[in-house]
């Protein structure tokens, strides 16, 4: 990437970033129209990665996915929907690792849609309505992911040698696999001390959780979009390519996040 290329992802990043902090800053009501943006570009840029064109297919489906989360979580039953979640990540992500990287997304796309994309953050927009640190959390969450994603950056750029799993990501190595969980950690123990909020041990069990599922995330969008020939899911985000590229980690994390909630709260 050139200086240019450089500048351009840099303004991008400052000014997209500034707008993700601010709606989820301002109020209750612009945090969940973030959420509710996510699910409506991720999916979207889901759907035309996969047919070529949105036709709205997958859109409708996240967002019946996320009135359930909704629902789920205003029930106080959303633990079950959140473990059908985590499994439709998984299956995404394991059947990236097969010979012929099976998992037929036309046919199953908007089943992933809504369980992968929609259902989680419904959980978390209800989840977060009466919390009162959520400004707090959601930040946190975001900023880890970010961390992590440099230290991966600048280690594996530095060290790397050794490929992770080099027939869906071959730029992502080992070495810098080991960075993001380091990052990812020191940004852990650093929010604890900063935040008077939750236990040390909750603080490492997210690093945790952002090193291995944000991980997961990244690679299952990245084999998608492998298989389909595609570089990235959308131009909304210049030097950053669009929604899905930037939160695909967040979305497989977020199942995880609520249910660390559930069980040390």
């Known amino acids: 990437m050139g200086i240019s290329g450089l500048r351009q992802r840099a303004i991008t990043a400052v000014y997209f970033g500034a707008v993700v902090i601010g709606l989820i800053v301002i109020h209750s009501v612009t945090c969940k129209m973030?959420?509710?943006?996510?699910?409506?570009?991720?999916?979207?840029?889901?759907?035309?990665?996969?047919?070529?064109?949105?036709?709205?297919?997958?859109?409708?489906?996240?967002m019946i996915g996320f009135l359930a989360?909704?629902?789920?979580?205003?029930?106080?039953?959303?633990?079950?929907?959140?473990?059908?979640?985590?499994?439709?990540?998984?299956?995404?992500?394991?059947?990236?690792?097969?010979?012929?990287?099976?998992l037929n997304h036309?046919?199953?796309g908007f089943l992933i849609s809504a369980l992968y994309i929609g259902v989680p953050l419904g959980c978390l927009s209800m989840y977060l309505y009466n919390l009162e640190e959520y400004r707090i959390l959601l930040l946190?969450?975001?900023?880890?992911?970010?961390?992590?994603?440099?230290?991966?950056?600048?280690v594996g750029s530095q060290l790397g040698r050794r490929k992770l799993i080099s027939k869906i990501s071959p730029n992502k190595t080992m070495e810098g696999f080991g960075g993001a969980l380091l990052t990812a950690l020191l940004a852990g123990i650093l929010f604890y001390y900063l935040f008077d909020i939750r236990s040390f041990a909750w603080w490492i069990m997210l690093a945790f959780i952002v090193w291995l599922a944000g991980t997961m995330g990244d690679l299952s969008q990245s084999g998608v979009k492998r298989k389909y020939g595609v570089k990235d899911t959308g131009r909304v985000l210049p030097g950053h390519g669009g929604f899905w590229d930037r939160f695909d980690s967040f979305i497989m994390v977020i199942p995880y996040v609520i249910l660390l909630e559930k069980v040390f709260l």
Request: hydrophobic residues 50%; charged residues 10%; proline residues 0%.
């Open 34 to 62: 973030l959420l509710l943006i996510i699910v409506f570009g991720s999916s979207y840029e889901y759907e035309k990665t996969v047919k070529g064109q949105a036709s709205g297919v997958f859109i409708l489906s996240a």
């Open 69 to 102: 989360g909704l629902v789920f979580e205003f029930t106080g039953y959303s633990h079950f929907v959140l473990f059908v979640s985590i499994f439709t990540g998984l299956w995404l992500f394991i059947s990236l690792l097969g010979k012929s990287n099976v």
């Open 140 to 154: 946190s969450i975001l900023f880890m992911i970010w961390i992590s994603d440099t230290g991966a950056y600048l």
């Open 106 to 108: 036309e046919k199953y």
